[in-house]
């Protein structure tokens, strides 16, 4: 009796030991992943963060460049003088063109858009005029070299000004080409060009 009392705490005994075992197997398992994905997951996400924030400030850098550059162009055609309000026979050529916006008439050479007359004109009275004189026996004259773009080719021309020697024409054109060129005078005949450009040197 005693012999089969002390056999099943023996049994009882080793059970216990073998479910003290496996459960202590399995809960090792079951930890050992963890460790293993959290390093992996704190080292790659600063480096997205960061290529994040790298590639935000170049965009942010290239659009205001972009903006920058927009900006400035628009500063450089506020600067310039706008253009006149001339009353032109659009899609003439040569001959009577109309009027400058300041009363003037405008007389065009043979190949010479009205178009064309309008934009020297602009251009012509930006320019100062110092008085030349290229050859001792001839008369001098009030004249500058303009560059200016035909609205009709689209070209853009050097052309020669001066002012006539009873300085009541300005004339611009292209030296050797009388078909391009161009007369501007008051139609009242009571203005004289020394007197509303800035000219000097010699006597006006």
């Known amino acids: 009796m005693m012999m089969k009392r002390h056999s099943s705490l023996m049994l009882a005994a080793l059970s216990l030991t073998v479910l003290s075992a496996c459960g202590t197997s399995n809960d090792s398992d079951s930890a ?14 600063p480096t997205t963060v960061t290529e994040t924030m790298e590639n935000s400030q170049d965009s942010t850098e290239e659009k205001g460049d972009k903006e920058g550059a927009e900006h400035g162009d628009a500063a450089s055609n506020d600067d310039a003088p706008p253009a006149g309000n001339h009353t032109i026979y659009a899609g003439k050529i040569g001959g009577d063109c109309g009027y400058t916006d300041q009363g ?7 190949h010479t858009s009205c178009e064309f007359t309008g934009a020297i004109f602009d251009e012509a009275i930006k320019h100062s005029y110092p008085f030349r004189q290229s050859d ?9 070299e303009i560059s200016v773009a ?6 853009t021309y050097d052309l020669h ?3 006539g020697s009873d300085g009541r024409a300005l004339i ?9 060129r161009v007369t501007y ?9 020394p ?6 040197g010699g006597l006006h």
């Not at 050992?32 to 996400?45: I, L, R």
């Not at 035909?150 to 070209?155: E, R, V």
């Not at 611009?172 to 078909?179: L, M, T, V």
């Open 32 to 45: 050992d992943p963890e460790p293993a994905f959290v390093p992996s997951e704190a080292s790659t996400a």
């Open 104 to 110: 003037d008439t405008i007389e065009a050479g043979e």
């Open 136 to 144: 001792p026996k001839a008369n001098g004259a009030y004249s500058t």
């Open 150 to 155: 035909s609205p009709t080719t689209g070209k």
């Open 161 to 163: 000004c001066f002012i």
């Open 172 to 180: 611009c054109g292209k030296d050797g080409d009388n078909s391009l």
């Open 185 to 193: 005078q008051d139609e009242k005949n009571d203005r004289r060009w």
């Open 195 to 200: 007197d509303r450009l800035e000219v000097y």
